[in-house]
């Protein structure tokens, strides 16, 4: 695992502006990525503007984003994390961004690059209850507003599913590549 932005601590579940390792500030996030987490937060609203009555559509988070179910956010973190074939990531809650954050819903922007894996999501610790999408690469999961505090996970992932062609232009190593984007 690696951060852009601020250092994320998994076992002291916080944020901090220094790597404790080697004492340095992590690299910030590219311009170009923070253009991506925007442009994916606009399209997915797009989508589901055009699946609705947009009269029917909630208020998420602040006046500015009135008739917007995913509330627009800046990201000041990216959490990157290499998935070889037999890593996992257990069913957890994303909460340890500023309670600001939390409270307007601001969304968890996700990109998945290389091999496939089986995500799961829902309200309960039980496993067998979770809904289970495929995420391939080139996918972006969002989730914000009232589901931003979901339960989620990656219980497998599915080896030497990564396109050829990505894998023929990058050499990437083989395995899955996540990048996730949030506002602290
Ligand atoms: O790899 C994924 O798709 C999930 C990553 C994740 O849940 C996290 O970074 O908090
Ligand atoms: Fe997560």
């Known amino acids: 695992m690696m951060c852009l932005g601020k250092n994320w601590d998994p076992d002291a579940h916080m944020y901090t502006e220094l790597r404790p390792y080697d004492n340095s500030k992590p690299p910030g996030i ?55 074939k037999t890593d996992r990531h257990g069913l957890h809650r994303d909460k340890d961004e500023s309670e600001k954050s939390l409270e307007k819903g601001l969304p968890v922007v996700s990109f998945s690059i290389g091999d496939s894996a089986e995500f799961l999501y829902g309200e309960t610790r039980a496993v067998g209850e979770a809904d289970k999408v495929i995420l391939e690469s080139g996918d972006v999961l969002i989730y914000g507003g009232k589901s931003r505090l979901i339960l989620h996970g990656v219980t ?28 602290y």
Do not use: H, W
Not at 33 to 58: H, P, W, Y
């Open 156 to 183: 497998s992932i599915l080896p030497d599913t990564a396109p050829a062609s990505l894998m023929e232009a990058t050499n990437m190593c083989l395995g899955r590549l996540n990048l996730s984007f949030r506002m």
């Open 30 to 84: 590219p311009e170009k990525f923070s253009d991506m987490v925007k442009k994916a937060i606009q399209d997915s609203n797009e989508f589901i503007r055009g699946k609705n009555d947009s009269t029917r559509i909630l208020r998420a988070g602040p006046s500015s984003d009135e008739g917007k179910v995913v509330p627009s956010m800046s990201p000041d973190i990216c959490i990157v994390k290499f998935y070889t």
